[in-house]
């Protein structure tokens, strides 16, 4: 069974812009969370869909948005970047959303503000 | 509030020998279940062992044990015969009805392994 895939793997952007990232979850699994990884703040909790409805959000500006398919993929949007934005995003998905549901991870978007 | 401290910012390990990482953590609820993942320098999150907060015996995985003591609200993770391949950041993370079952982490410990 194929792992969790996201696209791109890095990116370059400059402050002002948009950006899109992707996730591909593993075949069944109904849940994507995604995450931003930086060194400062570790791992934050960005939001969690499950069958196409946002069921989570974390303490993040209206900058950050996302969204998911009917095939479970799911995108996530930030626009007007900040340097402060510059972090490793990691999508997760899982067949549930329970206490005891392990988490998947893809490898990660890597995202350079200029 | 924090809810999962990792209080090891790094760890040192010769390789062979066993270590523990420690984690402690905070919640009202009596149902939630706590994680460790391992994070290589390729920035992949790897899961490695669970325990249920209702779960009676302690989670081992191959090599990976964790030593949970509900009352301390700890779930320490332990590496026996530490492989150089162990070399990564680890992070303990705990899942629970107060956060609506999203994975809150910790800041992660360094563990390296020596020759």
């Known amino acids: 069974k194929a792992g969790v895939t996201q696209t791109p793997r890095y990116l370059i952007k400059t402050r002002g812009q948009q950006v899109t990232l992707s996730c591909s979850p593993i075949?069944?699994?109904?849940?994507v969370s995604w995450y931003q990884q930086t060194p400062g703040q570790g791992l934050q909790f960005l939001f969690e869909y499950f069958s196409e409805t946002q069921r989570n959000k974390g303490n993040f500006p209206g900058r950050f948005s996302g969204r998911q398919f009917s095939n479970s993929r799911s995108e996530m949007n930030v626009s007007t970047l900040e340097l402060g934005d510059s972090a490793l995003y990691l999508c997760?998905?899982?067949?549930?959303?329970?206490?005891?549901?392990?988490?998947?991870f893809g490898p990660g978007t890597r995202l350079t503000v200029l | 509030a924090q809810k999962i401290t990792q209080t090891q910012p790094g760890m040192f390990v010769q390789e062979k020998e066993a270590v523990t990482l420690d984690c402690t953590y905070d919640?009202?609820?009596?149902?939630?279940?706590l994680f460790w993942y391992k994070q290589p320098s390729s920035g992949e999150m790897i899961f490695l062992i669970y325990?249920?907060?209702?779960?009676?015996q302690n989670a081992t995985e191959g090599r990976y044990s964790l030593n949970f003591q509900k009352a301390r609200k700890s779930a320490n993770l332990v590496i026996s015969a530490s492989q150089l391949g162990d070399s990564a950041m680890y992070f303990c993370?705990?899942?629970?009805?107060?956060?609506?079952?999203?994975?809150?982490f910790g800041k992660g410990t360094l563990l390296t392994v020596n020759p």
């Open positions: 993370a705990m899942r629970d009805g107060g956060s609506n079952y999203k994975l809150t």
């Open positions: 075949s069944g699994h109904r849940s």
């Open positions: 325990q249920g907060s209702y779960d009676e």
């Open positions: 919640t009202s609820d009596q149902s939630y279940g």
């Open positions: 997760a998905s899982s067949y549930g959303t329970s206490r005891d549901t392990e988490q998947f």
